[in-house]
Structures are given as structure tokens and as C-alpha cells.
Antibody
Framework: EVRLVESGGGFVQPGGSLRLSCAASGFTFGDNAMHWVRQAPGKGLEWVSGITWNGGRTFYADSVKGRFTISRDNTEKSLSLQMSSLRAEDTALYYC?????????????WGQGTLVSVSS | DIQMTQSPSSLSASVGDRVTITCRASQGIRNYLAWYQQKPGKVPVLLMYDVSTLQSGVPSRFSGSGSGTDFTLTINSLQPEDVGSYYCQDYNSVPLTFGGGTKVEIK
């Protein structure tokens, strides 16, 4: 059974930083690209960032480019998102998501999400 | 970047009705289109990919069609458990892009 368990969310002031983590199990982690997708309260889905199977390429939405950094550790079967210079508009539920492919394709498994709240 | 426009943004239909949701891409995306269902308070779930291939376990009342820039998700015979939001997603290129979503309710 594929499991994706996020952690690291919380309350932070504007300009602050947070590091999200995702622990993966139930599949060969190093075979698949991984992504972070967020959902602001009452809003739709927004793709945030993705990383290829071996970490060789990373991708970011324009809204977070230069502020967020995605990384992965295939040995530890973990995905991370380092978030800095946080803004109120970054407030959302952040999902760790498994890609069907090795680069960027459709998203076949989602974690339960971790909530990030940015407010003064 | 590709933009994905979904319509309608919400709809209300009766149990047993046929429901159609459309998704338009700002440029051709070949057949790299997926649909997700998000029930109230739940995590999104993959419904189908490559336009019309149902993910394992998805009821056959769901179907997809289209090509290029215009795509459709159809629910034949709407059921109470189908209530929720539906999102299309393009994976022809990065950034991955979601449509704005369609909220489906029972009349």
C-alpha cells in the first residue's frame, strides 16, 4: 500500500521559514518523480513544485520560484520542501504527491496534507 | 505556460442525471490530461488519465473524451457519492497545471 505522510506544517509569521517533509512507503521511491501541490482554504488545487526520480531536475511554480526549494533523499525515501520568505498567500494545505512517471506525469497517490498558516 | 479552463465552476443535478464537465487548454496538450475527484473534506483522488483511461477501481459511469485542447468528463447516472469537486490537469509539460475545478452537487 502506498503511503505518503507529510509533516512540518504550522503557524509562521510573514517572512518566516518552514520545512515540510514527506515520508514515503509502499513503492520504489527512487522510480518516481514527486511533487508538492497545495490548496488554499476553500480554493482549488495549485501545483507548487516537482522533482524528477533522481533529483536531477527540479521545477517550481512562478509563485514560489526563488523562495521554495524541493529536495529528495531516495535512500531515506523522503521528500522535502524548504519554504522561506513566506507570505500570507502561501497559507494552504500542502500535499505530497507521487507521480506515475519519472519526470512529470499524472499524480496517482496523494498524502493527507500538512497545513501551513502564514499570518502576523 | 498552459492555462486550463474548466466549466462550469459549479453545477447541481439530480440523481441519475448525466453530467458533463469541460476543460479547455490554452494550447494543444495531445492526450496528456488527467481528472481528479475531491470529495468534501477528503484528499484528491485520480479518476482517469490519458484523457479516457480509468484509474483502477473507478466506476464505469465515469468517462472521458477529447483531444488537443478540448476535453470532457462525463458522469453517466450521477450518484450521491459523486458529490464533490472535479479538477482536470495537464501533464504535457511543466509546470503541471490544474483547472479551476467544478463543484458537483445533488439537486
Amino acid at each position: 500500500e502506498v503511503r505518503l505522510v507529510e509533516s512540518g506544517g504550522g503557524f509562521v509569521q510573514p517572512g518566516g521559514s518552514l520545512r515540510l517533509s514527506c515520508a514515503a512507503s509502499g513503492f520504489t521511491f527512487g522510480d518516481n518523480a514527486m511533487h508538492w501541490v497545495r490548496q488554499a482554504p476553500g480554493k482549488g488545487l495549485e501545483w507548487v513544485s516537482g522533482i524528477t526520480w533522481n533529483g536531477g531536475r527540479t521545477f517550481y511554480a512562478d509563485s514560489v520560484k526563488g523562495r521554495f526549494t524541493i529536495s529528495r533523499d531516495n535512500t531515506e525515501k523522503s521528500l522535502s520542501l524548504q519554504m522561506s520568505s513566506l507570505r500570507a498567500e502561501d497559507t494552504a494545505l500542502y500535499y505530497c504527491v507521487k507521480d506515475k512517471g519519472s519526470i512529470a506525469a499524472y499524480l496517482d497517490y496523494w498524502g493527507q496534507g500538512t497545513l501551513v498558516s502564514v499570518s502576523s | 505556460d498552459i492555462q486550463m479552463t474548466q466549466s462550469p465552476s459549479s453545477l447541481s443535478a439530480s440523481v441519475g442525471d448525466r453530467v458533463t464537465i469541460t476543460c479547455r487548454a490554452s494550447q494543444g496538450i495531445r492526450n496528456y490530461l488527467a481528472w481528479y475527484q475531491q470529495k468534501p473534506g477528503k484528499v484528491p483522488v485520480l479518476l482517469m488519465y490519458d484523457v479516457s483511461t480509468l484509474q483502477s477501481g473507478v466506476p464505469s459511469r465515469f468517462s472521458g473524451s477529447g483531444s488537443g485542447t478540448d476535453f470532457t468528463l462525463t458522469i453517466n447516472s450521477l450518484q450521491p457519492e459523486d458529490v464533490g469537486s472535479y479538477y482536470c490537469q495537464d501533464y504535457n509539460s511543466v509546470p503541471l497545471t490544474f483547472g479551476g475545478g467544478t463543484k458537483v452537487e445533488i439537486k
